[in-house]
């Protein structure tokens, strides 16, 4: 049976990453307690209740305590510190009140990554924000591919320097109601950007994702740049919080590629939320459906990973010719079979998410998806 030391030197690996300190050096366990049957209960602190990265300490927690050996299973529960514990934190950490932080508004982030590049990240990422604004939600969307940014264009707006406001956030442009949008590429030369690697790639990004200010958001859809490379990696670090949506086509080869990915969330300790087919055959004017990438592979990821399969998107004209015209799929042709597949994969991350406590207010009516400050091209 592991001692409360051994457990306690094991939460050591659990980091706070707002404040960027392990949780036992911030005094955030608040109880340890070992049974003869190797179940191992903690109970970890939050500075507040609804604290968004909730998930991420039950995960790191559970995970960190049931490497050790003899250690059956573990129970993670939370309380909230007092007033005067996080004044006591607050003085420990050199603040006077601890940081806010520009994503403390966002309940939930979600990375669409694959191994591979063209799978289709960026569409998915695009149509599920719209569609995600169908079920009545406020998206943000971030597009972290420094090299080759895609979600301005895709969400039909045009590159601009975005405004900065008198606290010197910077503020995230509006694309349709309902969705805001940023790009990592509206600040980087295209020069610089080639030469950012490790830690100079770290500090940009780092201060890219503090700076911009979000404001409420149910969802922050994070558009990865191909491949398990620096800013996937960076990101992953900086948004511990966050989970992944993994994109993958049905054939084999693809798979395996996506399966890198899966491999990198799981060395960072981050959730995969769930696997997204695109390309799952093509479904050509007529309603035919051709196979033309095989078939499964989407599947037999999500059962390899025991994730769901969140959908299944055949290639579609309309998605290609949309997505280039700046108009998500989902709302200018809903009847499309790929913009049907992504509005079922949206439903299904929003049953994933955790439940809120209700609040004693009833949630405004959602409004039909409008464009703000530009008008829809006609199909
Ligand atoms: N389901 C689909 N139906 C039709 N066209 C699609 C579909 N998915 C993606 N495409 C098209 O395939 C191309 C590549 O898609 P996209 O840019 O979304 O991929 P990506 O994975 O983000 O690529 P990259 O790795 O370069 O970032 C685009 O032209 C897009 O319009
Ligand atoms: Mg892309």
């Not at 924000?129 to 169908?134: G, H, P, R, S, Y």
């Not at 805001?180 to 080639?194: D, L, N, P, Q, R």
């Not at 695109?278 to 990973?305: C, H, K, T």
């Amino acid at each position: 049976m592991p001692t409360r030391d051994q457990i306690l030197s094991a939460l050591r690996s659990v980091i706070d990453p707002e404040l960027r300190r392990d949780i036992v050096e911030l005094e955030m366990v608040r109880a340890v307690e070992i049974h003869e049957n190797g179940v191992v209960d903690v109970t970890v602190s939050l500075t507040t209740a609804g604290c968004p990265i909730r998930n991420h300490f039950q995960t790191a927690v559970a995970g960190a305590v049931r490497e050790l050996e003899g250690v059956s299973a573990v129970n993670v529960s939370f309380d909230v510190l007092s007033d005067a514990e996080k004044a006591a934190l607050g003085s420990k950490l050199g603040r006077k009140s601890l940081p806010e932080g520009a994503l403390a508004q966002v309940s939930n982030i979600i990375c669409v990554g694959s191994g591979k590049g063209g799978v289709g990240k960026s569409s998915v990422t695009t149509n599920l924000a719209a569609a995600l604004v169908a079920e009545g939600k406020q998206v943000g969307v971030l597009d972290a591919d420094v090299w080759g940014y895609s979600q301005p264009r895709m969400l039909g707006v045009p590159h601009q320097r975005p405004r900065v406001n008198a606290e010197r956030k910077i503020i995230p442009l509006p694309a349709y109601d309902g969705i805001t949008v940023m790009s990592i590429g509206f600040f980087v030369e295209e020069e610089a950007a080639v030469v950012w690697r490790g830690p100079m790639l770290h500090k940009a990004l780092q201060q890219f994702l503090e700076d911009v200010e979000w404001g409420e958001l149910d969802y922050l859809l994070v558009d990865l740049p191909p491949g398990t490379g620096d800013v996937s990696m960076t990101l992953a670090q900086l948004l511990p919080q966050a989970k992944f949506v993994i994109v993958t086509t049905p054939q084999p080869v693809a798979q395996k590629v996506a399966r890198r990915s899966a491999e990198m969330a799981s060395k960072l300790k981050l959730e995969i939320a769930g696997v997204i087919e695109n390309m799952s055959g093509f479904v050509a004017p007529d309603g035919e459906r051709y196979q033309l990438f095989g078939e499964g592979g989407g599947q037999l990821l999500a059962e390899e990973l025991e994730v769901p399969l969140l959908g299944k998107v055949p290639l579609t004209i309309a998605l290609r010719e949309q997505s280039d015209a700046g108009v998500p799929v989902v709302f200018s042709d809903p009847d499309d079979p790929a913009a049907q597949a992504l509005r079922y994969a949206a439903r299904g991350l929003i049953a994933l998410s955790p439940v809120e406590l209700p609040v004693m207010q009833m949630a405004a009516p959602a409004a039909a998806p409008q464009p703000t400050g530009m008008s829809l091209p006609m199909a």
